[in-house]
């Protein structure tokens, strides 16, 4: 059975840093891609940051400069390091490991969230 367990280190005033973690654990064939979504009060889910299998790299436009995802094969980790962090980047925040099924359908798995809130 797959899961992802989040944690999160740091500080959260506006201008302050935050690293979000995720574990996975479990066997997950044909990996897709490994990444961060959010989901603030009222709005729906969007992607943060995600790596493809390929290496390629993907961030939000509003994060772009200020955030940086990463992982560590050996561990099944996977991290946000967020930066610059401004009001507007409160909201629940969700690892993602995207897979593809036995038919070759897109499936996830999904963290089990993480509050940040940034506010003086």
């Known amino acids: 059975q797959v899961q992802l367990v989040e944690s999160v280190v740091g500080l959260v005033q506006p201008g302050g840093s935050l690293r979000l973690s995720c574990a996975a654990s479990?066997?997950?064939?044909?990996?897709?891609?490994m990444g961060w979504y959010r989901q603030a009060p009222g709005k729906q889910r969007e992607l943060v940051a995600d790596?493809?299998?390929?290496?390629?790299?993907n961030y939000a436009d509003s994060v772009k400069g200020r955030f940086t995802i990463s992982r560590d094969n050996a561990k099944n980790t996977e991290y946000l390091q967020m930066n610059s962090l401004k009001p507007e980047d409160t909201a629940v925040y969700y690892c993602?490991?995207?897979?593809?099924?036995?038919?070759?359908?897109?499936?996830?798995?999904w963290g089990q969230g993480t509050q940040v809130t940034v506010s003086s």
């Open positions: 993602n490991i995207a897979f593809y099924d036995s038919h070759y359908l897109r499936g996830d798995y």
């Open positions: 479990g066997v997950i064939f044909r990996i897709l891609s």
């Open positions: 790596i493809t299998t390929g290496g390629n790299i």
